[in-house]
């Protein structure tokens, strides 16, 4: 028989600082290694979210999520004869989705040009 023991939050390593993100669409990168690659920077305040990646700027919303979402991560070092132990690291009950397209920032100096000949 296959087990699997899920800890509850009061007794795993919580981290309370993680926030759910949702993109229409996808991301593209040259780098073969997307692991930890920086994409952009993040801001929150009240409700709403902005993130500048490059000269686009996406801005989301917070929005209640339909069902809450655990996230979990599986024991390094548990017993697993039968099974697999995780850790309930945190429990999502709202997201921030970005649902419209970037849009391009143009720097001032660059603004109300025109190209000519």
Not at 47 to 74: C, F, N, S
Request: aromatic share 10%.
């Amino acid at each position: 028989m296959v087990y699997t023991v899920i800890y509850p939050k009061s007794a795993s390593h919580s981290e309370p600082n993680l926030v759910f993100l949702e993109f229409q669409g996808n991301f593209q990168s040259e780098e073969a290694k997307v692991q930890n690659l920086k994409i952009g920077d993040i801001t929150f305040s009240n409700d709403k979210a902005t993130l500048m990646v490059g000269h686009h700027r996406l801005e989301g919303k917070k929005v209640k999520l339909a069902k809450p979402v655990a996230v979990i991560r599986k024991r390094e070092h548990a017993m697993e004869e039968y099974g697999a132990t995780f850790d309930t690291v945190s429990v999502m009950y709202e997201k921030y989705l970005f649902s419209q397209a970037p849009k391009i920032i143009v720097h001032e100096s660059r603004r109300n040009l025109t190209r000519r000949g």
